[in-house]
């Protein structure tokens, strides 16, 4: 658990307040602190979570966290995994493997428990150059929105009110959000009935780090059970308890621990155990219509609820932390107006609704609604053991990114003539592995201009259109060459990046700060990727060269 750190003095006015300090708030503060915001963060718990809570990191999740210099203790403490298994009673239907490669940069999940995700984010904050306060046990009370600025009212450790003046206001502060409560806002969506009891235990383990996943198991006719190893020889069961169950007799330990015992000696985990944590859970699929209200925004669980299933609650609020950070900073450091916040909530809110659609189909599977789901549910499962075409209707979707494809920001249309899979505007950038270092480590700090060429000479007119008088401050041009020939090149060996990014000779690709693809063009258009840039009134301060630049690492 963390210790108390509270400002020396209370702020009567912050850039940022942001009220909630659980992943999503602490990961935000960490990437505003990097982008040179200053922040401060109220959480009413005293410390971090307790309990696993949620557990599989994406890829994408653990790229946002490196560039606030988290990946080295999020790889140290986690577990890293490529696949599952998936059974019908005492049969294995389902053997599934995520696309991953060994020399990607990160693996395609990572086990690691809530409160150490909370732990490692704070740190980076903390490491942020002084510019991120944050105050445990202090709790957000009051909210009055203003035009240009937010009143908030906290509750300090000692139950004195104190008001800050903010000129953003985020809530991160989850399910139960005040601040939501507070702006009178309603979630849309479904609520399903289906409960699952979680029980973290502790248990020392050979398994292999993978998703595991019983339908009907003997150890308990009826359930669907799911299983995670995780950090410190913990487990994490998951099981669904019966429509006519009462959940609070359900998570009462005399209940609970019977059942995790049986479900042990079916698998063959014989070793002692204790029981660590234990809560309840039931899937919804939930939404704001909007997460900007003025100078609110809001973010994570406080936005969107999304079931556990298909692990995209924990990992789309580190996206919109992500998708906001580099935003907000522009705007609060002049160089975008506010109105670039719409843009926020347009492209999250779609990207949650994406992720409830996923979650929607794995929720109906793993807790069928009514009988008819139950019926189709087992048919899949008894024909997946014999079939295996029948395999990827129980498959786990828990890769698939969102994409942004019809923001408002993109500055160029989707290029037909790409090749299939090839990533356009709005499309995560994609990993590559090039001589000495991953693609995704140029990421997260400005707008980057990826120039695909194996020629050494400087293309007519980059250096004018990039450059202007002085240099835009915040876009960084790379060359990416497949020959290590040209000196300022970043030598793609196995054309790995060229491959992944659907490139030719002369293809250029801007990527946003968030990792996201702007724009691109499949000649050099120099002189069209300072217009997609003028939005965004970089300032002149440096400058900046398609083929010439002495950067080593992001």
């Keep these: 658990m963390s210790e108390p750190r509270l400002p020396g003095r209370w702020p009567q006015q912050v850039p940022v307040l942001i009220a909630g300090g659980g992943p999503v708030g602490l990961t935000l503060a960490a990437l505003l602190g ?17 309990g696993s809570r949620a557990i599989c990191i994406s890829r994408r999740s653990q790229e946002i966290l490196a560039w606030v210099g988290a990946d080295r203790a999020l790889v140290d403490k986690g577990l890293p995994w490529t696949g599952g298994r998936s059974y019908f009673r005492d049969t294995e239907v389902l053997h599934f493997r995520m696309p991953s490669d060994p020399a990607e ?31 445990w046990a202090s709790k957000l009370v009051g909210v009055q929105a203003g035009i240009d600025s937010v009143e908030a009212s906290v509750e300090g450790p000692d139950g004195a009110l104190h ?51 019983w339908f009907d198991p003997p150890s308990n006719p009826g359930s669907t059970i799911l299983m995670h190893r995780q950090p410190d020889q913990v487990w994490r069961i998951d099981y669904q308890i019966g429509d006519d169950e009462d959940p609070v007799e359900a998570v009462k330990p005399e209940n609970v621990l019977p059942r995790v015992r049986s479900h ?31 100078r609110v925004l809001l973010a994570g669980d406080a936005a969107h609820l999304v079931p556990i299933f298909g692990v995209r609650g924990l990992n789309s609020g580190l996206d919109d932390a992500a998708n906001l950070a580099w935003k907000l900073a522009l705007v609060l450091q002049g160089q975008a107006d506010a109105s670039l916040m719409d843009s ?10 994406q992720n409830i659609a996923y979650g929607a189909k794995s929720t109906e599977f793993m807790a069928p609604p009514h009988r008819g789901f139950r019926l189709m549910r087992e048919a899949a499962l008894r024909l997946a ?27 160029t249309p989707a290029d037909a003539t790409l090749p299939a899979g090839a ?42 259109a990039l450059a202007g008088p002085e240099g835009l401050a915040g876009l960084r041009c790379w060359r990416i060459s497949r020959l290590p020939c040209p000196a300022d090149a970043l030598f793609d060996d196995q054309g790995q990046a060229w491959q ?34 003028a939005p965004f009134r970089l300032a002149a301060r440096h400058r900046a060269s398609a083929t010439a630049n002495t950067e080593t690492s992001a």
């Design 34 to 50: 990097h982008h040179g915001v200053r922040t401060l963060v109220v959480e009413a718990d005293a410390g971090y979570c307790s």
């Design 385 to 411: 053991a014999e079939n295996e075409a029948v395999r990827s209707l129980i498959y786990p979707r828990q890769s698939t990114p969102v994409s942004h494809r019809g923001s408002a920001l993109n500055a």
């Design 264 to 294: 042990l000696a079916m698998i063959g985990e014989t070793a002692p155990w204790k029981p660590l944590w234990i809560s309840i859970y039931n899937a919804k699929c939930l939404t704001l219509a909007d997460y900007r209200h003025g």
């Design 163 to 213: 008001c800050i003046r903010a000129d953003w206001l985020i809530a991160c502060d989850g399910g139960r959000s005040t601040v939501r409560e507070q702006l009178g806002l309603q979630l849309e969506g479904v609520q399903y009935e289906g409960r699952y009891v979680i029980v973290d235990i502790e248990q020392t383990t050979e398994r292999s780090v993978e998703r595991l996943a």
């Design 344 to 353: 926020y909530s347009a492209e999250r809110v779609d990207a949650a609704r």
């Design 500 to 533: 992944r990014y659907g490139a030719s000779e002369g293809h250029l690709v801007l990527v946003r700060p968030d990792g996201y693809l702007l724009a691109r063009w499949s000649t050099p258009q120099w002189t069209a990727l300072a217009e997609a840039l």
């Design 423 to 464: 990533p356009g505007p709005g499309d995560p950038a994609p990993e590559a592995r090039l001589a000495d270092r991953h693609m995704t480590q140029l990421f997260g700090q400005g707008f980057v201009a990826l120039y695909f060429s194996d020629s050494a000479a400087e293309q007519p007119g980059a250096s004018a």
């Design 105 to 135: 940069r990160f693996a395609p999940m990572l086990n690691l428990q809530q409160y150490h995700v909370e732990e490692i984010a704070d740190h980076a904050g903390q490491a942020a150059g002084g510019r991120v306060e944050r105050a």
